[in-house]
């Protein structure tokens, strides 16, 4: 079971002519070391490892693959415990998604929140191959009445930060079963054709695509099949947001699926752009259970939006990347531009932050400030790079 990737966005590997060079990742936090890709380096549909942003909760865990073993327990006919060399040995199946975290674009909240500060760059969209869940879930047989799928990882540590932890707590999250048991969900031991990084979860970690970042468990050991709902640290105090539901007083909800976004890799955050001239927007768009079927971009503080030209062919799970030709302004001055995507679901991103979904899940229209100025000697053929 394979599913090919090889559609014409490989031919896009310069997609962003005009990108910055890159380099090197944006150091959010040391220790654990939290690093984010700068977003107007994006240069190609598939991101080298080497640019893909890291989000770890606690220290990087040692590992000793002597003793290390996956182990799968909980409402399972038989317990299972495999050495990777087992889990490598099982068929594969690759998958190319974006990883996005849930906490990506925190800068754009007003009033400033809590947690890592990100810009646009903690997010990626890579190709992840591994075992799909559900045959590993298979060789241990799911009783009936497990609903939900824990994932542990090996990590541990203590969050000293309100709201503190019980002590020294491991990673986990779960999913629901119906979610474990679909063919691309797999647990990965190699990223781009490479065994995993330490950094991103060596030697296997969960892939989920469709839902944000804090699902695909790095270096996952420990599967639980659960009869009820997990009520984890990271499921139940962080990664949560506020909901109304069905006519219910309001509820806390994990965060789960990720919601229908674009961003604009070109023009950066407060670029120089030339004025009178055709400037190559360029950026990416994404959504969970669904494909980007539209995104607009605004050059006049959202006044007007004029259609982008999306590149390549859709790939569930995967972003897409797309284009637009500015014509700017003559008139020299601080400009805002804004992309925003519709999913085929009908989704469409908001323009103002739903103050439900606290410090995650930042999808509302992120506005790019950038600076227009007569540039000496340009032509408008200069600017003109695609
Ligand atoms: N074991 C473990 N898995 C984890 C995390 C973690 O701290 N520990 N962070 C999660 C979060 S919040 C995100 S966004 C992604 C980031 O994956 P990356 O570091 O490979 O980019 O890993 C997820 N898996
Ligand atoms: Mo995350």
Redesign the pocket.
Known sequence: MSTSTSTNQGTLADANANARPFTGLITRDREPENLEFPFSALSSWIMPNEQ???????PVPKVDLQTWRLEVEGLVDKPVSLTLEELRGMPSRSVTMV?E??GNSRIFLNPKVSGLQWELG?V?NTEWTGVPLSEVLKKAGVKAGAVEVVLE?M?RGEIKKEPVSPGKIS?ARSISLTKAMSPEVILAYQMNGEDLTP???FPV?AIVPGH???A????LNRIILLDREFRGYFQTTDYTYWNKQDGMPVQLFPVSEIEVKAEISRPGLHEVVPADSVYRMFGAAWTGESDVVKVEVSTDGAKSWQPAQLLGDPVRYAWRLWEYHWSTPSQPGRYTVMARATDAHGNTQPMDRDMHRGTYVITHVQPIDVQVRKVNGASSMDSYAI
């Open positions: 893909f942003f890291v989000r770890s909760h606690f990883l975290c849930a903690a990626g990882g990590d990673y950094a991103h979860g970690r944000y970042g804090m695909s468990v790095k270096w």
